[in-house]
């Protein structure tokens, strides 16, 4: 049994801010808060100074393909078909396990130091983002995307059904696995006929993107005759639960099916401005009682892994597009960052500072010049705070970064290996 606490420290709870608090930790758990007259330092393995300090539950980054860190800034200022038929298809026709082993590492610590504990992932290699997701401690819901109309349909499922059963739970229950039909536009009928018999078979959940783009929804209606999410529904994608990508391009009668059908929203504002997508309506599925995390997608469209900025855009361009200063206020903001995440990759004990709780915390500095004077420290937080703010980070009980260090990983190695495999990949092509 390891016992750590986290002493006189800001703690975000129940939507507000408790100066002078201690946390206490068993092995993976939170496990209470004692007062100061009731601590006995010497009781614990490890006491960490929470000094001018705020605790939050660590940041979920709900939409990534983390290993496209390597397309970092290789292909941009273009139309999201014309990328991904032209630039990055053809490109990662060449991607193999050591490449993506890398590039997930690099991605893992660029999360963590921008105080993520948590993302969900899609993508291909699988065994080997979950590999690193072993060895660096954070936590992950992964899915091996796949596309019906490509000659990898078939392996892709095989190997979605393989990565569930070797990976679902595992990593002292750290990864979690869903199915990835990737997108409307990349599936057929009867190959999402038998995602879904696959979901049923292992009692998975789905990742997909949906309703990214006007033109996507646009030719799902003239192909089929509804939305692409009333397809998915008709076609049972979201009967055993899922976590769907965008869906900016939602009208009421989406928004009703997602609302019945408990469909949980990953909101990616920085690749939506970037790729010229248009504004999800967050307000409205908010109000539905829809649960919206935010993510950062893969770092070729966004172009970094940092889920405090998409706190930042999510937080900002609502309001000038709805033309409504209160649309998102900052406490909304950061709930999707943390709680609403969490609840969009289906954990049920993670999002929460609370007794029982994964000790999944994300300790900010707050004594950057930005941080004073303090009216209100959420709005500190949405609308002045930054990455570079991220402390200490924890996920399971365990410190992965610890005064702005990573515990866990070698950076130098990380960042020497993502170079050696980004010149290995593109001399390929
Ligand atoms: N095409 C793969 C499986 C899909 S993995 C997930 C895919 O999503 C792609 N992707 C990345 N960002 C976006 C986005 O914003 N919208 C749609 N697809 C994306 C990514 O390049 C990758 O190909 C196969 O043949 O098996
Ligand atoms: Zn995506």
Same mark, same amino acid.
């Given at each position: 049994?390891?016992?750590?606490?986290?002493?006189?420290?800001?703690?975000?709870?129940?939507?507000?801010?408790?100066?002078?608090? *201690?946390?206490?930790?068993?092995?993976?758990?939170?496990? &209470?808060?004692?007062?100061?007259?009731?601590?006995?330092f010497?009781?614990?393995?490890?006491?960490?100074?929470?000094?001018?300090?705020?605790?939050?539950?660590?940041?979920?980054?709900?939409? *990534?393909?983390?290993?496209?860190?390597?397309?970092?800034?290789?292909?941009?200022?273009m139309?999201?078909?014309?990328?991904?038929?032209?630039?990055?298809?053809?490109?990662?026709? $060449?991607?193999?396990?050591?490449?993506?082993?890398?590039?997930?590492? %690099?991605?893992?610590?660029?999360?963590?130091?921008? @105080?993520t504990?948590?993302?969900?992932?899609?993508?291909?290699?699988?065994?080997?983002? +979950?590999?690193?997701?072993?060895?660096?401690?954070?936590?992950?819901?992964?899915?091996?995307?796949?596309?019906?109309?490509?000659?990898?349909?078939?392996?892709?499922?095989?190997?979605?059904?393989?990565?569930?059963?070797?990976?679902?739970?595992? &990593?002292?229950?750290?990864?979690?696995?869903?199915?990835?039909?990737?997108?409307?536009?990349?599936?057929?009928?009867?190959? %999402?006929?038998r995602?879904?018999?696959?979901?049923?078979?292992?009692?998975?959940?789905?990742?997909?993107?949906?309703?990214?783009?006007?033109?996507?929804?646009?030719?799902?209606?003239?192909?089929?005759?509804?939305?692409?999410?009333?397809?998915?529904?008709?076609?049972?994608?979201?009967?055993?639960?899922?976590?769907?990508? $965008?869906?900016?391009?939602v009208?009421?009668?989406?928004?009703d099916?997602?609302?019945?059908?408990?469909?949980?929203?990953?909101?990616?504002?920085?690749?939506?401005l970037?790729?010229?997508? &248009?504004?999800?309506?967050?307000?409205?599925?908010?109000?539905?009682?829809?649960?919206?995390?935010?993510?950062?997608?893969?770092?070729?469209?966004?172009?970094?892994?940092?889920?405090?900025?998409?706190?930042?855009?999510?937080?900002?361009? $609502?309001?000038?597009?709805?033309?409504?200063? %209160?649309?998102?206020?900052?406490?909304?903001?950061?709930?999707m960052?943390?709680? &609403?995440? +969490?609840?969009?990759?289906?954990?049920?004990?993670?999002?929460?500072?609370?007794? @029982?709780?994964?000790?999944?915390?994300?300790?900010?500095?707050?004594?950057?010049?930005?941080?004073?004077?303090?009216?209100?420290?959420?709005?500190?937080l949405?609308?002045?705070?930054?990455?570079?703010?991220?402390?200490?980070?924890?996920?399971?009980?365990?410190?992965?970064?610890?005064?702005?260090?990573?515990?866990?990983?070698?950076?130098?190695?990380?960042?020497?290996?993502?170079?050696r495999?980004?010149?290995?990949?593109?001399?390929?092509?």
């Open positions: 049994m390891k016992k750590t606490l986290i002493k006189n420290v800001g703690i975000y709870q129940n939507h507000t801010v408790s100066e002078h608090q *201690n946390i206490e930790i068993t092995d993976d758990k939170i496990t &209470g808060f004692p007062k100061d007259k009731d601590v006995l010497c009781a614990y393995d490890e006491v960490i100074d929470g000094h001018n300090m705020l605790a939050l539950p660590g940041f979920v980054n709900a939409h *990534n393909h983390i290993a496209m860190t390597v397309f970092r800034s290789y292909a941009d200022d139309d999201l078909m014309d990328w991904l038929q032209h630039k990055i298809w053809p490109a990662e026709d $060449h991607l193999d396990g050591d490449v993506v082993y890398a590039q997930t590492m %690099l991605g893992i610590a660029e999360m963590i130091r921008c @105080g504990t948590s993302f969900a992932d899609m993508y291909f290699f699988m065994d080997d983002t +979950a590999r690193a997701v072993e060895e660096s401690g954070i936590r992950a819901c992964l899915s091996r995307g796949m596309t019906g109309i490509t000659p990898s349909a078939e392996t892709a499922l095989k190997e979605s059904k393989q990565l569930f059963l070797d990976w679902h739970k595992k &990593g002292d229950g750290r990864i979690t696995v869903m199915l990835g039909p990737h997108a409307p536009y990349t599936n057929t009928p009867d190959y %999402l006929h995602v879904v018999d696959l979901a049923h078979e292992l009692g998975a959940e789905i990742h997909t993107h949906l309703s990214e783009t006007k033109g996507e929804v646009e030719n799902i209606k003239k192909q089929y005759g509804k939305s692409p999410i009333a397809w998915f529904d008709e076609l049972g994608l979201f009967d055993t639960g899922c976590l769907a990508a $965008h869906c900016v391009w009208d009421d009668d989406d928004l099916i997602m609302a019945r059908k408990h469909v949980r929203v990953a909101h990616n504002p920085g690749s939506n970037k790729l010229a997508s &248009g504004f999800a309506p967050i307000h409205k599925m908010l109000d539905k009682g829809i649960v919206v995390g935010l993510g950062t997608d893969g770092a070729s469209s966004n172009n970094n892994l940092d889920i405090m900025e998409e706190m930042r855009l999510a937080v900002l361009v $609502h309001k000038a597009n709805t033309l409504d200063p %209160l649309v998102i206020p900052a406490e909304t903001a950061v709930q960052l943390t709680e &609403g995440g +969490a609840r969009a990759l289906g954990y049920r004990d993670i999002g929460r500072l609370e007794t @029982g709780y994964k000790a999944d915390i994300t300790l900010i500095d707050r004594s950057g010049l930005h941080w004073y004077p303090r009216h209100d420290m959420l709005s500190l949405a609308y002045a705070a930054n990455s570079m703010d991220v402390d200490t980070v924890l996920v399971n009980g365990k410190v992965l970064l610890r005064n702005k260090e990573f515990t866990t990983i070698d950076i130098e190695k990380v960042k020497s290996e993502a170079e495999t980004k010149i290995k990949l593109f001399a390929s092509l």
